[in-house]
């Protein structure tokens, strides 16, 4: 197991959960997931049982599982598995906390429960505070995502003093386009202890002017080369490249947002292009169709994100 004190940076990839075509988790491929991550995308963190890999959608036993699989394989080959443990349960939190301590993951996040909702930030850290407790050894990452769980707590506030009630704080996962309230959080991180990873990989470079730590996000799964070499830019201050590289992250996701981007279409998306079968999604979730796939691709291929075999350079929309 990896130090918990380490602190997480970089690219962190928000997986999928691989599942047969009848539903079922599909545990053999996560081995060559972990695989392809590292050597064909240059990503060696990852966040598991997240939005992107139905967490919510899974079992508490499936959880288990699944979050298991992923430290089992990513041992020695990847630096950070962090273990999405968020549930309407406070119960069933605190035991995939728990569980994720015991099977030697690096860290734990949790969403805010929306359902039965926390009206004011001092019960979301209640709330937050007994999860942490279960695994006191782990470090700790709020999950702010205000659009999907309809809690609009502010992370600047949640982020005021918050390391005296939870002592295992350790960051912040921020899937928001305010750049006020990030900013804000950035603004009062005096000591830089806290690990403040940016969740909108279309506007990450704004995230970056704002002091973004690290970044988690679906799309690093397949555009983490292309995403590393923007963050490359930005590290030796040139603007105007991590700009091109932006832009051209911003055409492909641009396109796929308007014929309807989510869960189902990453998962076909990343089958595509890394040849892994990631399988359907589980309901509610329907699977992608067969035209957003072909039109997915033929995207890729005339960005020239990725280099298909047989694809020439040289045409005008091409990012590199
Ligand atoms: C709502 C959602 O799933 N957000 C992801 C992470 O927070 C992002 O990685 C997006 O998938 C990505 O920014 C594309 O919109
Ligand atoms: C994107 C992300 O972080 C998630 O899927 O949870």
Redesign the pocket.
């Known amino acids: 197991m990896a130090s918990p004190k380490k602190k997480l940076q970089g690219l962190v990839a ?1 997986t999928i959960t691989p599942m047969t075509e009848n539903g079922e988790i599909n545990f053999s491929v996560i081995g060559q997931y972990v695989d392809y991550l590292v050597k064909e995308q240059g990503v060696k963190n990852i966040f598991v049982n ?3 890999g139905e967490g919510l959608s899974l079992s508490v036993s499936e959880r288990r599982q699944v979050a298991e699989e992923w430290v089992t394989q990513g041992r020695n080959k990847l630096d950070q598995v962090v273990i999405h443990v968020g549930a309407l349960s406070l119960k069933e939190s605190q035991e995939l906390a728990q569980h994720a301590a015991e099977i030697g993951a690096d860290g734990i996040a949790v969403i805010a429960p929306f359902f039965l909702k926390p009206w004011n930030k001092d019960v979301l850290i209640n709330f937050l505070k007994e999860v942490a407790a279960a695994a006191p050894a782990l470090p700790f990452y709020y ?1 702010h ?1 205000p ?2 769980t309809g809690v609009k707590i502010r992370a600047e506030e949640l982020l005021d003093g918050i390391q005296d009630k939870i002592p295992t704080f350790q960051g912040l ?1 921020f ?1 928001d386009t305010d750049l006020l309230d990030f900013g804000q959080c950035v603004d009062q991180n005096h000591q830089r202890q806290f690990a403040l990873l940016f ?6 470079l704004s995230g970056l002017v704002m002091g973004a730590t690290g970044a ?5 799964n397949y555009l983490g080369k292309k995403t590393n070499q923007m963050l490359e830019a930005f590290e030796r201050k040139d603007f105007s490249s991590a700009l091109n590289y932006q832009f051209c992250i911003q055409r492909f ?1 641009n396109f ?2 308007k014929l309807g ?3 189902s279409q ?1 998962k076909a998306i990343m089958t595509l292009v890394s040849g892994i079968p990631m399988g359907p999604p589980r309901l509610p979730l329907q699977k992608a169709t067969r035209e957003f796939t072909d039109n997915a691709e033929a995207k890729l291929k005339s960005l020239d994100i990725l280099s298909f075999p047989g694809v020439k350079d040289g045409n005008l929309e091409a990012c590199s």
């Not at 969740?199 to 990450?204: A, K, M, R, S």
């Open positions: 928000a997240g939005t992107t999950y995502i659009a999907l996962k899937s969740g909108v990989d279309e506007q990450l988690v996000g679906s799309t690093y996701i796929v947002v981007f989510g869960v990453t």
